[in-house]
């Protein structure tokens, strides 16, 4: 089982560490991560509401998250695709929290969905679904 | 064109070149991803920028609709270097409510992008 400490190393880095991105909790198989408010994040037809972008971030460092937390180990990785729904626009003056799910591994793939919330996970921000390719993976 | 907060962030600059939109990222540790690459969601938002800048041209500047993003579909192609990287969206349909746009991103080279994106916005009128 991944601990925290290495999930937490991951997000130090580059992208992950400027966004400010933090460990909230983790399982077998699924992450929860969140972003805090910055007005450098401010979307560019309203400064009361998130950008798009660092959401976008935000769920696919999750769902990353979430296939180190399925394999029990930080892998090699990288997006292969990413689909996100923008249901409703995000208030800036709250912080957006990811739900990220590893659901299958199939060879060198990953299947991943989540969910951006802003404290309501029945009011989400986002909706995503998503594929990873595995660099390590032993083919079967 | 007007920048957003997040782009400017990013150091992504939208420019006119011969009449048309550039978009370029800068490179740097803020955009890094696994070391060596950048992340999947600064290329994301790339491509978004693209995207707006593209329906925001076809629009017309003095038109006052904004464009808020409904979906995003971006595959990545391969691996994003620590280089500069540009991006150009391109509106597929302009409708009264929605815009539907594609979006690609490369670095040295347009014939081998490093990812492309539909997107999908919908019109709203500013507020007065």
Redesign the interface.
Known sequence: MIDREEIEAGLT??????LGIRYMSHGGGWAELAIDPD???????D?ALW????V??????TTSCAVWAIKGSIS???????????VR?ANLLQPIFGRGECYRIAGDVAFVRGVAHQGDIANPVASVAGTFMLFDAVAS | MKSSPYADWLHISVDQINGRHVVQMNPGDHVRGRPGFLHGGAITALLDIAAIAAVQVALGEENPVIAELVNASVDFFRGGKMELSYARGNVLRLGRRIANVEAVAWQEDLARPIAMARMNFRLLDRPR
């Open positions: 880095q580059g992208h992950n560490g400027r007005a450098c994040f401010a979307s560019g037809r400064a950008a798009s972008g660092p976008a971030s935000l769920m696919d460092v090699h990785q990288a997006t292969l695709d990413l689909r996100i729904d923008y626009p």
